[in-house]
């Protein structure tokens, strides 16, 4: 399989390592870059990670034979509804956003419904804090779980397809509904995130803080590596994931008050029985490490 | 400075770096080894950590000129009482304790008051989630912090005596009250454990737990890394510990629901200005990472 050109909106990490891992397995033979910012469309072109940089999304749209949407969940409906305006034929339409739901509703609010064939809502997971065109690697997605969650409307064949992207850069596909995804994500990565900003802004509104986290030792670093994370992206993921969200500190706070409960009466039983319990499910449960990445 | 004879009681990854710090900085000539496991003391014997083991904490802090107490903070009382049974003039006393106040009741309780003069309260910032002795390293502790809090009964000279030992570590070495230790130490390593340890059994409780782990990404496996800490080690944490954990749990608590409303109520402003002040907090307050370890 080949697809010509490809276009990538928003030329970042994972924008940009797609488009990278395609060039190398010569999947694609032209990749039209859009962006904001002059400076990162320049340096994206000096890398070679793009051969030509558009401003207009209609534009790069109408040239593609692929469409890329690598931007921030919230800017997800302007670029759609400006592909829309373009005039494409056989356009295939996918995304990268953290989050599904959103993706498939602005979708279907902005596209036509032949465009919905060949449009298809996907997930890499990978990325972590890295951010920018220069930290993007034709290797990123290699061994990475990608997520595809089809829309009833779609082409079969246009499903394989985008497949068949993702495994090119060496991704393991899974598909799934997006309220699956949505409901999954929020437990194992948005929630997660939530917690370790909350962290460390409690512990910033200490009168001692640059003490306290001075005296940090690299679990206290560890665990709050992720709230060194764009606030901007995380915010639109949260309003994205709300419902889902909400759902999932709830059942963190319930787990959380029990053992606050266990603590605060000296119940060291359950405290070590909930302790144990975690231990054993994170190494029973937690699939052995591969090198880096992962949002 | 040199020590004679030192005893340590529990030959794991903390005790067992001690000695062979201080043996490679020809700081000591002897180390006398006690611990349960005969396993691990015949490889503490094999890797030339101790030159001999004893079953008797008593008899081992009658031959040493300096005694170190790392065993899990539970166990100090009874090995307080045993070194309290020997017969020693100049024993100076320490421990690698997690939490202070409990190591101070403890001795003001078993030890005889010309004993206090010499006991010295400590807590090396090392360790992580390895455990033995085959773990230990005489580079355990360079560039790490180990903070003294000295008794209002300790002579100034033996709390110096102690300092020099951990310095002769690598270790960079701060006092403070035992009070204030476990104050910042609930804030800023016994609540960040609790929430790892909560969050991981939040969702192995759901129904689809192996589904849901298997999408986790690099940022949950760093998140979650301290919920492979030792049970029994962190149980006893907690309840050492209680009042002031209780205490960071609710401050955590309160934050974590602020940001909660603020998703449930779509309210961007809010969401974005905590990550934020977080991202930041981390940046500008938490000091260069150095290489590995932490507790």
Redesign the interface.
């Known amino acids: 399989m080949r697809v010509g050109t490809l276009a990538i909106i928003g030329v970042g990490l994972i924008g940009g390592s797609f488009a990278q891992a395609l060039k190398r397995q010569e999947m694609v033979d032209r990749v039209i870059g859009v962006g904001r910012s002059e400076a990162n469309m320049r340096r994206a072109l000096e890398l070679g990670v793009i051969d030509s940089a558009e401003q207009s999304v209609t534009r790069a749209a109408e040239m593609a034979d692929v469409i890329l949407l690598a931007v921030p969940v919230m800017q997800v409906a302007t670029v759609l509804s400006d592909v829309a305006r373009g005039d494409h034929e056989n356009l295939l339409i996918t995304d990268a956003g953290s989050t599904k739901q959103d993706f498939l509703a602005s979708a279907r609010r902005w596209l036509p419904a032949k465009a919905l064939l060949r449009t298809i809502p996907g997930h890499p ?4 804090e890295l951010t920018g065109v220069d930290a993007a690697s034709e290797k990123l997605f290699q061994g990475r ?1 990608v ?1 595809l969650t089809p829309m009833v409307e779609n082409d079969p064949a246009a499903v394989t397809r985008v497949e068949k992207l993702w495994t090119a850069c060496g991704a393991r596909v899974s598909r799934m509904t997006a309220e699956r995804h949505d409901e ?2 929020a ?3 948005h ?16 009168e ?22 764009s ?2 992206m ?3 993921i ?2 994205a994931n ?1 419902d889902n ?2 759902t ?10 029990r ?2 409960e266990g ?2 009466l ?1 119940n ?1 039983a359950l ?2 029985e ?6 054993e ?3 029973s ?3 052995p ?1 591969r090198d ?4």
Chains 1, 2 share one sequence.
């Open positions: 997971i990978a990325g972590a779980n997520v999954i994500f437990a194992v990565s929630l997660p995130h939530v917690l370790a900003f909350a962290l460390v802004n409690a512990m910033a509104q200490r001692d803080a640059a003490d306290t986290f001075g005296f940090a030792g690299a679990g206290f670093r560890d665990f709050t590596r992720i709230a060194g994370s606030p901007e995380w915010r639109d949260c309003m709300r969200l909400v999932q500190i709830d059942a963190f706070a319930h787990e959380l008050w053992l606050r603590v605060r000296g060291a405290v070590e909930a302790f144990s319990k975690a231990r499910a994170r190494q449960l937690l699939p490490r880096e990445g992962g949002r």
